[in-house]
């Protein structure tokens, strides 16, 4: 399982806003993808609240792109002073950017100073483009960054099977219309299996089949209000065993 991979094409709408061909989507918000990242994946999961205490936090992430949240999580980590000794972000991505495409990303993106020092490690750290899992150690190794490159449906079986577990999953793998292999049963039921008890999760989407899998793989959800003018995104966490039995 060490292919080479195709790398993502970076391509822009006229607006500015980073733009997949293949799924003939977008990445982020045009109205912001920091600040995307800030509400609906670091709110919606209660961070950095929920990681305050807690000497190691896991967090497991569908869809790495180009790193926003990722980045908007380290710089959150690094802000809080209550912040866990350790943090894990465990993140999987089939068709991930080259090092200079990342680079030219961030440069057009990313809208706040303190967080470029950071996006240049992570370019400066980024791997070679084949299969499989690629750790980064940061912040003398209190922050470890594990890509895995790989189709989400392989990788996080395989995560199981390391015995990793998460403590927030960001759910970001385009919109479930035009990309419905990120939303699936299977996979929410692969993703509930490394839940940890009290794990949550938060997502853009508010699409009806997105909360059915939900809920037949074991997590419940509330609707919240989104970001850039959507109206709801979801949030939640892994049901209990008696509301599991009750679904
Ligand atoms: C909306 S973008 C993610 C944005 C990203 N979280 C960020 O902060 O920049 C969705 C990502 O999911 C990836 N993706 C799509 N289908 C996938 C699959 N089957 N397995 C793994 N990654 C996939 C895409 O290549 C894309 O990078």
Not at 53 to 68: A, H
Not at 100 to 127: E, G, K, Q, Y
């Amino acid at each position: 399982m060490h292919e080479p991979l195709v790398p993502a094409p970076l391509v822009f709408r006229d607006d500015g806003t980073p733009w997949s061909p293949r799924h003939d989507d977008i990445y982020h918000s045009a109205a912001g993808a920091l600040s995307q990242a800030r509400h609906v994946f670091l709110k919606g999961n209660g961070l950095p609240e929920r990681w305050r205490g807690k000497p190691r936090f896991n967090v497991l992430e569908t869809g790495f792109g180009m790193g926003i949240n990722f980045l908007a999580t380290w710089a959150a980590w690094r802000d809080d002073l209550q912040r866990p000794a350790s943090l894990h972000f465990i993140s999987v991505e089939k068709y991930p950017f080259t090092a200079s495409d990342l680079r030219r990303a961030h440069a057009a993106i990313i809208d706040d100073a303190s967080v470029m020092p950071l996006a240049a490690s992570l370019a400066a750290a980024w791997p070679v483009l084949v299969t499989g899992m690629h750790r980064i150690e940061l912040e003398h190794r209190a922050l470890t960054l594990t890509l895995a490159f790989g189709d989400v449906m392989d990788v996080v079986p395989r995560l199981k099977q390391d015995g990793m577990t998460a403590d927030a999953i960001y759910l970001d793998g385009f919109a479930p219309a035009r990309n419905p292999d990120m939303w699936t049963p299977a996979l929410f039921a692969s993703l509930a299996g490394i839940a940890s008890d009290d794990a949550s999760f938060a997502t853009y989407t508010s699409a009806g089949q997105v909360k059915r899998a939900l809920l037949q793989s074991g997590f419940e959800y509330r609707k919240v209000c989104g970001f850039g003018g959507k109206r709801a995104m979801l949030v939640g966490k892994r049901a209990s065993v008696s509301n599991e039995i009750n679904l």
